[in-house]
């Protein structure tokens, strides 16, 4: 008999649901040659049974009304999914009462267990759907560090009272006859507001006069002097002397911001090109270094907000007009060269201003924290290594781009914030990775660190952080840079 050739696995008693499904293992079958070929069917051949192996002998489970009744309502319940799903997908706004719709065909379920089973599996699969459909994105899914938008762009949760009554003070500060600056960093301080986030860079920067009745006339003869660079010089970037710079620009636009689908259009791609070009022909000793690519992106992102209402990231530019593109270009540049008016000896022949900044910070660090600095000395980590892309891109390449626009609302409220301020962030920013520094002991596992610092996940709330810690050193600290200013 086939009963006595076989193991038994399930004692006849047994009620548990499942268990009277039998499959008649034919584990004598399996030669002995094979005996390794998995731990999973060695375990079972070694494992005796709990059970005797005659205990359920008797127990017929092949019988017609058994099989009946299960495939009963396994067929109900696979009826119920798929009309729960085809619902779901033809009218998803009604599909949580068709959750418990069954038609009356498939009523066939013969105990409560069962129905109680079947209605869970339906629920189940019907909230796994609601939830899927609920989730997909309306753009292309971007990584979280390719997200632009702060805690006032669309889609967050709606302002605090508090927010609000900041919102309302910069509104009030902007729109008086002439702006009081020195109050307007005061309020910037603490990052500005999403809405008033463009003027406010265009008066912190340099790039608008404080007089309201003068800016105007200022943008409009701002704009019209750069699109008349634009004419005068943009030409010659096929000319032989100009080639070298025109490359090495038409080779880093691309990997601006690679993850961010705004900085991947053609369209913008030709108005960096245009912009950097520019400010190259403009400031021949320095010319183009690579770096100064990724400083252009803030201001375009800022100045593009004051005419789109949704996040940024996925904006086709081509539904602005030719005009507002053109203001948008214009701004960015005039920004950028303000911005790096105060710090060009960091772009000029051996960046000295690199190499001065990158020695303050050591210094800083071995006064704010002797024990790290004395770890990357026994490790022969040099400061160099690292921090030279920290002051090259001033801590762009460490964060995501919407932190670093948070970052810019205090570095243009702050006087010398790009040159000055920005080396007390970074000492503040490597004493943030203090554990994790200790934690390394190799060279090599200290530089994977620090060129690849966690950040992914930072918002506006761990930048604020990072800046009160840093106006700390600044004010404990004053003098350890004095060599560099001199």
Known sequence: ??????????????????????????????????????SFHEFARNTSDAWDVGDDEEEDFSSPPFQTLNSKVALATAAQVLENHSK?????????????????????IKSSSDAQLSRNASDTCLRNALHKQQSLPLRPVIPLVARISDQNASG????????????????????????????????????????????????????????????????QRKREEYFGFIEQYYDSRNEEHHQDTYRQIHIDIPRTNPLIPLFQQPLVQEIFERILF???????????????????????VVFLSEYVEEDVENFDVTNLSQDVLRSIEADSFWCMSKLLDGIQDNYTFAQPGIQKKVKALEELVSRIDEQVHSHFRRYEVEYLQFAFRWMNNLLMRELPLRCTIRL???????????????????AAFLIKWRKEILDEEDFQGLLMLLQNLPTIHWGNEEIGLLLAEAYRLKYMFADAPNHYRR
């Open 1 to 38: 008999m086939a009963a006595e050739n076989s193991k038994q696995f399930w004692k006849r008693s047994a009620k548990l649901p499942g268990s009277f499904i039998k499959e008649r293992s034919k584990v004598s079958a399996v030669p002995l040659k094979n005996k390794k070929a998995s």
């Open 88 to 108: 779901l997908r033809g009218k998803p706004e009604r599909a949580q009462s068709a959750a418990f719709d069954t038609p009356a065909s498939y009523q066939v």
């Open 156 to 219: 967050a949760p709606p302002m605090t009272v508090r927010e609000k009554t900041r919102l309302e003070k910069f509104r009030q500060l902007l729109s008086s006859h002439s702006t009081d600056l020195d109050e307007l960093r005061k309020c910037s301080w603490p990052g500005v507001p999403r809405e008033v986030r463009p003027v406010t860079w265009r008066l912190l920067s340099g790039y608008l006069p404080a007089n309201a009745e003068r800016r105007t006339p200022t943008l």
């Open 278 to 300: 520019i400010w190259a022909i403009r400031h021949p000793a320095s010319g183009y270094v690579q770096g100064i690519n990724d400083l252009v992106t803030p201001f375009f």
């Open 408 to 426: 810019w609302d205090t570095y243009q409220s702050e006087p010398e914030g790009f040159s000055h301020f920005h080396l007390y962030v970074c």
